[in-house]
């Protein structure tokens, strides 16, 4: 679409290229006398601007009504028990619906980190009061006030979260590169996106603010010292002291806990998308590259010339070095296009079965299985044979067989699309059934799909695909040459291989994952860095009490043991209420997990044994430092 | 019991000069003494005890203990010889503050291969042995400076040690408390406990059988009494 257009209706109050790389030209719609009689195609979309004021309940409410009036008036095409109507939906619902379970997710998952780097934030700086409440008695001692404390203290806890704040946005406007890259072709209006004002200075003030907040918190409580008790034990577990420490602790269990939601969250995720990605797709997208094709009505009227041109190009890329098979399709499965068809079942009275067979319809030519290695599981693939003249054919695939014709053979079964005038009447018989493919996507399962041979069932844009030996992409010039040989005019569409069109459809699930999966990396990071940091203010807190159970007979591994096994006390605790927390909210993943349960036992396992891990790492370092200490330094006259 | 030969001590001063603590001490100590080690502050009499409680390894010559060579044992090895044979009471008692009475006598015997019930027995009989039963749930700072070092000795003898090694024992206590514990080591010195502690006072060295002195780090008069 060139700069300079716009689209003509202004959407939520923006103007703009909103549709850009969708579409190049917008023609508008029109029919013939035949296509207005036809009630069987369900391909177009209506959109519409509610008249101010008008709800898209009383829009419903309106549209139901014409709905219903239809239904009597023909019969044939929308009985009652059908459940025929229409359906309103808000376009922004619509634009961006699909990503809404995802994207509140992630925006959960920001807010478990933003948690647990405040909790990180406030252990060390409690730590830091700690190791300094001398500091602040004596200070006290010399006449600050506690105002003038407050804010040495604030000024102090003010410049690291600016500091961080600025680094984050820096990050920030690196990383939206980066997410643009990844996700333009996933999120919709991702390119819409930027760092404006607004976010830059909201994302600001909250950094800046929970800074300060988690900042000032140990900061109140280092300023007020109980003077003498600091001033002559010099910070040996004194009861302010004592207080201190739950608090760190119960920081330190806090950050385990929502670390591991986010990790449990990641890993069912992470999970169900490796199990999609073992799905077999129905069809081998390795080795295809596709091309799409749309003739132009007044060049190509309807029927014979669209075949033929088809059947020209099938001919002479089918020729071409390098090429197994060609054929062409209406709809590629995983591309997100898609269309039905009603039909009839020779012999079933829809009114007494009550089943009104309303089904995926797509035009094929007779390689077309072939070149996507889809299985013939019954009867036979289409031929050169069948064309317009011949007796209608139709294939079916399994779910389709399964459906109509449990326990039966459906092969040799008829079917008809109806028409006006009950004489003209085509049956189309079943002559072969194929493997089942994933069309919506490999994590939906598969629908019934029904095949009706090109010539019989002719469209004007159809999508060429190409089998060759090798990488199918060296193919995609010559193939361009040969289709222009044919019509110079004739333009080769959103070339892509097969291998593209399936990624693609997996694309949204992919983000989720590396996002999802990046933000848990810095939970558990940041839960690493908490443990270590509160397992080393332990230990040196305790040099003390460590030399003197040294002295006492204790050994190294008992000094190691009783270090680790408070790191391992904190994680228990953390991770018994962090996968309570998760069993309580993996629930809101469900949407987005495909055959994993949001209770699934393994990842559950998996994940606490890898935070254990890393906490227990976390703890070893500063717990082995413990145990090298001297316990003479600890033991000698000053301590 | 305790044979020491050209044992020295020394701190590094930087620029590669040290600092002798305890010079060329060589030093023979039979089972059953009880034996005062005196001198004036500085002189090393602390350095000395905790080397020979194998808290200290940084020393050069020899010590044998019980005809085990200490100088050549590993520090696992040394503290399980010192876990077996050595009982210590410190200059500044050293009781945990977060740990009670009762749980502080009861390190010690964490330590070693002591069941948990044979442990509370043990616990409960010292108790009632230093009639302290009633302070077992209070911590350390809700003690008098005697009752802490009480707990202190107890402690140092909970594990049933050879050999007890007490740093100034009585130095911040009232006489009448420090008698206490004189008495205390006098009675565990009949029973055959070796006592080897550091002291200021005459009076309690009279408690003893042998003297040590020691100065700048020597042995000045290692004679018996
Ligand atoms: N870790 C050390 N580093 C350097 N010098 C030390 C160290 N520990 C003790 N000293 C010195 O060793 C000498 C003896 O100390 P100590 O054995 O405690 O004497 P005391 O006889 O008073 O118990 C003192 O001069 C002391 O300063
Ligand atoms: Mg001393």
Redesign the interface.
């Known amino acids: 679409m060139p700069a300079s257009f716009e689209f003509p209706i202004p959407l939520f109050g923006l103007q703009g290229n909103q549709f850009a790389g969708r579409a190049d030209i917008w023609k508008p719609v029109s029919f013939t006398e035949d296509e207005l009689k036809q009630r069987g195609g369900r391909s177009y979309g209506v959109i519409g601007r509610l008249r101010s004021g008008v709800s898209s309940k009383q829009a419903q409410a309106e549209l139901n009504t014409i709905t219903a009036n239809w239904i009597p008036r023909f019969k044939e095409n929308y009985a009652v028990e059908t459940g025929f109507g229409a359906r309103v939906y808000g376009l922004q619902d619509q634009v961006v619906g699909g990503m809404r379970p995802a994207l509140l997710i992630l925006l959960g998952a920001v807010a478990l980190v933003l948690l647990i780097a405040c909790a990180n934030l406030t252990t060390m700086l409690l730590a830091r009061g700690g190791s300094r409440e001398r500091e602040m008695a004596i200070r006290v001692a010399l006449g600050a006030g506690p105002m003038r404390l407050l804010r040495f203290l604030l000024i102090e806890s003010v410049l690291l979260s600016v500091i961080g704040g600025v680094a984050g946005i820096v990050a920030a406007i690196w990383g939206l590169d980066v997410l643009t890259a990844v996700g333009a072709k996933t999120v919709p209006r991702l390119r819409e996106v930027n760092l404006d004002a607004t976010v830059l200075f909201l994302t600001f003030v909250i950094s800046v603010a929970t800074g300060i907040l988690f900042g000032i918190a140990p900061a109140v409580a280092s300023a007020k010292p109980e003077l003498t008790e600091a001033l002559k034990e010099g910070g040996r577990g004194t009861s302010s002291g004592a207080r201190r420490n739950q608090l760190r602790n119960s920081l330190v269990v806090s950050e385990i806990a929502l670390a591991l939601v986010l990790l449990i969250g990641a890993g069912l995720l992470m999970k169900s998308f490796v199990h999609l990605q073992k799905v077999n797709p129905g069809f081998n997208p390795k080795n295809v590259v596709t091309a799409e094709l749309s003739l132009p009505l007044l060049k190509y009227p309807r029927g014979k010339p669209v075949i033929d041109f088809y059947a020209e190009v099938l001919r002479r890329v089918s020729a071409l070095p390098g090429v197994q098979t060609a054929a062409f399709t209406n709809v590629l499965p995983l591309s997100g296009s898609n269309t039905d068809n009603s039909f009839h079942i020779e012999g079933r009275n829809e009114m007494q079965t009550k089943v009104f067979p309303d089904e995926e319809i797509r035009s094929i030519t007779p390689d077309y299985f072939r070149v996507l290695q889809t299985p013939l599981l019954r009867g036979r693939f289409f031929t050169e044979a069948d064309n317009a003249d011949a007796p209608g054919v139709v294939i079916i695939n399994q779910a389709m067989a399964k459906k109509y014709w449990p326990g039966e053979d459906a092969v040799r079964k008829r079917i008809n699309f109806g028409d006006s005038d009950p004489q003209k009447i085509k049956w189309f018989m079943v002559v072969g059934v194929v493997g089942d493919i994933h069309h919506q996507g490999l994590d939906v399962d598969p629908k019934p799909e029904f095949y009706l041979p090109h010539p019989q069932r002719a469209y004007r844009g159809m999508i060429l695909a190409v089998r060759s030996g090798q990488d199918s992409r060296a193919l995609i010039s010559t193939l361009r040459k040969e289709i222009q040989s044919i019509d110079p005019d004739q333009p080769l569409a959103n070339v892509r291989t097969l291998e593209t069109v399936a990624g693609e459809s997996i694309a949204p699930r992919r983000m989720s994952v590396a996002l999802l999966g990046v933000f848990a990396s810095i939970a558990l990071l940041l839960a690493g860095v908490g443990i270590y940091g509160v397992i080393s203010y332990l230990v040196v807190q305790r040099t003390h009490e460590i030399g003197v159970r040294m002295a006492l007979g204790a050994q190294r591994q008992d000094v190691l043991r009783m270090v680790v096994g408070h790191a391992l006390k904190l994680v228990g605790i953390g991770a018994v209420i962090g996968l309570v927390l998760a069993l309580l909210s993996t629930r809101a993943l469900a949407a987005l997990l495909y055959s994993v349960s949001a209770f699934d036992l393994t990842t559950f396992l998996f994940v606490t044994i890898t935070l254990a891990g890393v906490a227990l790492l976390a703890s070893y370092v500063p717990a082995l430092r413990a145990t090298r200490a001297d316990p003479m330094i600890a033991l000698s006259h000053n301590a | 019991m305790i044979k020491l030969r050209n044992l020295e001590r020394s701190y590094p001063l930087g620029h590669g000069k040290f600092f002798y603590v305890l010079r060329d001490i060589t030093l023979d100590l039979a089972e059953g003494e009880f034996v005062s080690v005196m001198g004036p502050s500085g002189a090393g009499k ?1 350095t000395l005890l ?1 080397i020979l ?1 194998m ?2 390894h ?1 020393w050069t010559g020899e010590y044998f203990f019980n005809e085990t060579a200490v100088h050549h044992l590993k ?2 090895e040394r ?2 010889l ?2 077996e044979n050595i009982g ?1 009471v ?3 008692y ?1 009781l ?3 740990l009670t009475v009762y749980e502080n006598l009861e ?2 015997l964490s ?2 291969k002591i069941g948990r019930s044979e442990r509370a027995a043990i616990v409960g009989d010292t108790l009632d042995r230093f009639q302290i039963v009633g302070k077992k749930d209070l911590y350390p700072r809700q003690l008098s400076g005697g009752q802490q070092q009480l707990v202190a000795v107890a ?1 140092a003898i909970i ?1 049933d040690p050879k050999l007890i090694l007490a740093d100034e024992p009585t130095g911040n206590l009232h006489s009448s408390q420090g008698e206490e514990i004189m008495q205390l080591f006098q009675k565990l010195n009949a029973e055959g406990t070796t006592i080897i502690q550091v002291t200021h006072s005459e009076k309690n060295a009279g408690y003893g059988n042998r003297i040590v002195q020691l100065r700048d780090g020597w042995v000045v008069e290692p004679d018996r009494k």
């Open positions: 602390s905790h409680g808290h200290d940084g520090a696992k503290a399980t010192r876990n210590f410190f200059q500044q050293h945990l503050d977060d390190i010690p330590y070693r402690r594990a």
